[in-house]
């Protein structure tokens, strides 16, 4: 059997929103099987074991993955569970680990994560989905057309607060500017309320990145960051976009996407909302088709998170210490810890 009939058995652990919407995803493609599943929470894990009709379930990730050795780990576990999970994925010698952003919450994490990944050759996908928006790919495409002339700022806002939002910022942004390597950041950050929170992320985050091709990213996530009127639902209120030297093309999360180009007469726009119930069945999809062959790399893949989870630090690092911030980023205080104890 070649790899491309071959079904990939998948572990889940965290089976809360985005743990159900990977099961439902997994469940219903025929290119996987889910083999276990696991929470700390025995009530929720009970209550998935019934719904996808699978036997082994346990509330610990080790024991799990020793049971079974699947092909696949994926867990949409809280920000702060990641790197345990990451290291019993690659103990248990799976080939492939999806998991949900943000992909860490510090540099030093992040960095052990990927030197866990590299080493051992395991592939990493991080969700940042919304890329499967027909909007978001609607401003791609034109982008990449030449449409709106020379790229020379990308942007990005969202109401919601860092550490849910802005690793989807960054993300798309860099996928927008042809994932140029950034070079340095500045950044600004204020308010502690939203330290309490599981995405502990101060209130409101600013950063300029210098990209390599030239191009300026401008990034904002959090209270302070400009509303989006047009759109209704709080967490939707995100615009990620381009300026060039002929017109500009943005996406707004839950409300379509509009552009100027040279030749379009005035403004052009067409529908679109992130929908996860559209997008998460090709994101699944392409796990299935990197598994089968290496160069058809996932879009999402972990060393693009990678490349956007060191900028959003860079700019945690540049508000505490001031200036510019040089990527790539080396291992350093631990950035959430070091932006609340400084902002006053
Ligand atoms: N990609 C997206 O569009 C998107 C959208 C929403 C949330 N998220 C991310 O998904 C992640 C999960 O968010 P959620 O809304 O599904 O949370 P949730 O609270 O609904 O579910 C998390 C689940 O993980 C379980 N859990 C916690 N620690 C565990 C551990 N060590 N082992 C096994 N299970 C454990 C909890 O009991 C819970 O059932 C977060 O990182 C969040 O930022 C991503």
Redesign the pocket.
């Known amino acids: 059997m070649t790899d491309s009939q071959r079904t990939y058995s998948v572990v889940i652990?965290?089976?809360?929103?985005?743990?159900t919407h990977h099961a439902d995803v997994f469940s219903a493609n025929p290119r996987f099987e889910i083999v276990g599943l696991?929470?700390?929470?025995q009530e929720?894990l009970d209550a998935a074991a019934a719904k996808y009709g699978v036997s082994t379930a346990g509330?610990r990730?080790t024991q799990v993955l020793a049971d079974i050795s699947p092909d696949v780990f994926c867990?949409?576990?809280?920000?702060f569970?990641r790197l345990?999970?990451i290291r019993s994925g690659v103990e248990a010698n799976v080939q492939l680990i999806a998991y949900?952003?943000?992909m860490a919450t510090s540099t030093n994490e992040a960095l052990e994560i990927m030197r866990l990944l590299r080493d051992t050759g395991t592939k990493s996908v991080v969700?940042?989905?919304?890329r499967y928006g027909k909007h978001y790919q609607k401003v791609k495409e034109i982008i990449a057309s030449g449409a709106i002339g020379r790229v020379h700022t990308v942007y990005g806002h969202a109401t919601g607060w860092m550490?849910?939002m802005i690793t989807?910022m960054v993300e798309y942004m860099r996928w927008y500017n042809d994932e140029a390597e950034a070079e340095w950041v500045v950044g600004q950050a204020a308010g502690k309320e939203k330290f309490a929170d599981l995405?502990a992320s101060p209130d409101y985050i600013a950063g300029l990145i210098q990209f390599e091709n030239g191009v300026r990213g401008i990034v904002e996530c959090g209270d302070g960051a400009p509303d989006v009127p047009e759109v209704d639902y709080w967490w939707r209120k995100c615009r990620v976009g381009a300026q060039g030297t002929e017109g500009f093309a943005e996406v707004l999360t839950g409300g379509g996407w509009r552009a100027i180009t040279a030749t379009s007469n005035g403004v052009i726009s067409g529908p679109g909302c992130m929908d996860?119930a559209h997008d998460m069945p090709p994101y699944i999809q392409q796990i299935a088709d990197w598994l089968d062959d290496p160069e058809i790399v996932h879009p999402c893949n972990g060393e693009s998170a990678f490349k956007g989870f060191q900028i959003t630090m860079a700019i945690c690092r540049s508000a505490v210490q001031r200036g510019k911030i040089t990527l790539p980023l080396g291992p350093g205080e631990p950035e959430l810890e070091a932006l609340e104890n400084a902002l006053p």
């Open positions: 652990a965290g089976l809360g929103k985005r743990g696991c929470d700390v929470d929720r509330t990730v867990f949409c576990t809280p920000p569970a345990d999970l949900e952003k943000p969700s940042h989905q919304h550490m849910h989807h995405h996860y």
